[in-house]
């Protein structure tokens, strides 16, 4: 994890309003929503691929009912179960480097889904500044910009 700031950082600038801004942004963002489901099928997909490192098991069933039209009225039931399992030996490493691959869309999905959010909240915190300034609560900006930890 980068050092980015994580969590509801723009607290520090005190307006109630800005919260309820970013509370609406991280609940209704369509960015957001697409850049949460790219990071969901991540981890399916990984499931997926460790998946291919145990043995897979399948089981059947199933019935059959028939009539004798020989003359007699006689009704034969069949039934049947079947098992299966299979396992794949992973000799050349295919299954492990679709597992780490997996792992590494995963991070970096994640990466990108940090990075969407902190973009969002970091363009609608400077708008909100713009809209400080011309109403005379610039105060809350130089407050944050002294408070701000610098690089």
Known sequence: MDASPQGPWWT?????QL?????????????LAAAEAQYRLAQAQLRQAESGLFPSLSATAGRTRGTQSSGSDSVSNQYSLGLAASWEIDLWGRVRRAVEAGQAKQAADLAQLHAVRLSS???LASAGCNW?????NWRNCRIVHARWPKP
């Open 12 to 16: 520090v600038y005190g307006d109630s």
């Open 19 to 31: 919260n309820a801004l970013m509370d609406e942004l991280n609940r209704q963002s369509p960015t």
């Open 121 to 123: 909240q970091a363009q």
């Open 132 to 136: 400080w300034w011309p109403t005379g």
